[in-house]
């Protein structure tokens, strides 16, 4: 297998998703090819041995082969014209803007390849912290009550401490812990700054966190271990960029038994059948024995490969149980028969 | 003003686009620019005096000019190197498919195309009916009860008469109204050929439908007439295709003052913000002086041009209130930060 490693994109999460791709470099053992996408959003085709950092800051990646996208893949203009850049299949590393959004997964959907990500649809649900309430009501996962709150509307009825997000960022940023009123205009005009919507959550104090990822391959659902995040009150942008780093496999949150079932129940009620060909990590909360879903990451940091045993196993399966698109047939019959019962359109 | 319209798409309603398409060159007096999705996605620049339904039922379309959409645009292939086909704008007319279902929203956004149509969210939110009725929910519209159905679950606890529709098709396609249980079965498979996941709602005898149309331009709101569409049971594809053709303005439906506003109210909650750069069409249901959303087109046949008395000044005006699209910039302080604090990544 041939994986294109498609990251970077138009995202605040731009860094982390370089971070990420590094990562999988040492984890995957097959054939990668890096397809960058800069802030311009121009592809270029990295060498592999080339993957650093420092590679993207500087902007030496732009002496790089330009790549353009087009139907099936990408190619490379060369001297004697246009070379396809041969993968087998697409792994989607964007986080956040471009790759958790849907446009990632329009591009790839229109121009028919192969990816692993979110589809459409699970990338719009998963990026709107709305959509995600309404999803996890709609399957029967509990989700924190929440308001949503526009520049009109500027007040709360809910009592503090608060957590307010900028409605659809997929990371930390723009968000903020309340806990009396006078501090949450400042609140309120820094998540402004990211979204014209913010959703306003209560803030429950030493929540216990808990981190499950998993996919569907043909042999069922794989999960994942839990692991429980160890980190201060938010998880700030230094912590978590440090933390997509990460390519150790991490410690088991001490759970029972039951309590991890219950965990991959909720995670199966979400994922299936919306994130089919995803590997997604969803955060929940526990509270008072019952589950809670925080947030659905569809790309998660890294892919979220320290969280697995057989990380690179995972991937090759799921490689192979990508959804097919339902494409519609297109035919000429109702102009044939329109056309011949009432003459020239 | 100089308006790209594109059109086709990998659609079931492909050849509708197409009828869209011919029917806004009458009622538009910009400048318009002809750029057609053919079954294979491949855009192709119709010139605007050859338009007719015949030139892409035929094939007659590939002779035409074959287009490549990059940044900010379509390019053509000419014998000095490719020169960019000039649009101020462009109108998303692809019905179904394609056009309502994100990824030209994707497509569009991710290449930088100022355009008319709903954004992704908006795509994907009013392409699934399950996604329209959490919408219609949380902005305070009713919506009549549903049950939704899988291929593992067959049944239903809904009282006949019912009616069956595939979760996702922006169309009459795969829909039936089912009288009795005996019949379920056979319309559930029906439906089942177009989506995994299929839509169970009560069947209203002799409902009142009411159409509305509208979006938000720099003078806020601007509605179209209320319609109250003549139809039978069901409008069948043939009825729907010969709908889309209409470029007369239609009769207004005789309702009260009280009634258009109720109507417009619901549309406006709907509409606003989700839908903002785009002209749509609302179905509504009237039940005991009750207003229910029945769907909601973003890109309505011929854009419900005859339902505006002034529609080629609504979407001039449109043209110029298109939302910005929130564009994240992309920074390396992390990396550079990182980079000084722990050496090379």
New interface residues.
Partial sequence: MKLGIVFGG???E???S??SA?ALKKVLSCEVVYIFC?????FYWIPTEEI???R??TGAYKKDPKL?L??GGFTCKGLFGAKPLNCDLFLNVIH???GE???????F????LPFIGPR??AS??S??K??TK?LAL?CGVRALPYE?LTPQKRTTTMAYPLIVKPLRLGSSIGVSVVRSEKNLSYALDVAFE????VIVEPFVEGVKEYNLAGCKTLQGMEFSIVEAPQKGELLD??KK??DF?RTQTVAKASLAGAEVEQLQKAFFALYD?LFEGALIRCDFFMIDGEVYLNEINPNPGSMANYLFDDFDGVLNRLAKALPAP??????????????AAKG??
Avoid: C, M
């Avoid at 959004?101 to 591009?107: E, P, S, V």
């Avoid at 959907?109 to 028919?112: D, I, N, V």
């Avoid at 990211?194 to 919507?197: E, I, L, Q, R, V």
């Avoid at 339902?326 to 056309?339: A, K, L, Q």
């Fill in positions: 138009k995202s605040f731009h860094e982390i370089i971070v590094i800069d802030a311009q959003r121009e650093a950092a420092k993207f800051s353009t087009g139907h956040g803007a471009d959004d849907g446009k990632i997964a329009g591009l959907g229109f121009f028919g459409l649809e719009v649900v990026y709107s709305l959509l309404h709609s949503i990211f979204d014209d919507t942008f230094d960029y440090l780093s059948p339902r494409e519609p047939e297109v035919s000429y019959r109702y102009i044939h028969s329109i056309h020239k359109l």
